[in-house]
């Protein structure tokens, strides 16, 4: 498995932004397809966005598409959401996870990170 560590989590108006930092540690990163997911009070878990091993491919639930950016630095470990026009329904604690494959899916993802809450005020 590999540890993973959000941050960049906070409180943030409507309409603003914030960029999600996910840093690994143990297996090869290169070698993962990564994902954001998102959990809000009383909902499952729910899949944001994922990007393959090398950046080329990138997948975007349709609630995000447009507004959130996944992206990878293979050489820094580490795997970024940066998300605009946030709205108050995108209020949830973030996870990131990490898998062989990319996939929307909850359970194709063997390691998670503890999650970042992120908080949008209308």
């Known amino acids: 498995q590999v540890q993973l560590v959000e941050s960049g989590g906070g409180l943030v108006q409507a309409g603003g932004s914030l960029r999600l930092s996910c840093a690994a540690s143990g297996r090869t990163f290169s070698r993962d397809a990564m994902g954001w997911f998102r959990q809000a009070p009383g909902k499952e878990r729910e899949f944001v966005a994922a990007i393959s091993w090398s950046g080329g491919n990138t997948y975007y639930a349709d609630s995000v598409k447009g507004r959130f950016t996944i992206s990878r630095d293979n050489t820094k470990n580490t795997v970024y959401l940066q998300m605009n026009r946030l709205k108050p329904e995108d209020t949830a604690v973030y996870y990131c996870?990490?898998?062989?494959?990319?996939?929307?899916?909850?359970?194709?993802?063997?390691?998670w990170g503890p999650g970042t809450q992120v908080t949008v005020s209308s």
């Open positions: 996870a990490a898998t062989k494959r990319a996939t929307r899916v909850v359970t194709g993802y063997d390691s």
